[in-house]
């Protein structure tokens, strides 16, 4: 039961992720400049990254 709960979340996860590529993605190329485009991409990014490991390591 444990390890088809565990990777039940695995997929949710992975499905979450894809989503929010896509409107990460979108978010992007609706910035006026390409280089502020790729910053706020990458805060977006590293914030997302430190929500998750926080929420793993619980």
Excluded at 15 to 25: E, H, L, P
Aim: aromatic letters at 0%; hydrophobic letters at 35%; charged letters at 30%.
């Amino acid at each position: 039961m444990q390890a088809a709960s565990r990777s039940q979340v695995m997929l949710n996860a992975m499905i979450k992720m894809k989503r929010g590529r896509k409107t990460m993605q979108a978010k992007c190329t609706q910035a006026t400049t390409p280089k502020a485009a790729i910053n706020s991409c990458r805060l977006k990014k590293h914030r997302h990254n430190l929500k998750e490991k926080v929420s793993l390591s619980d």
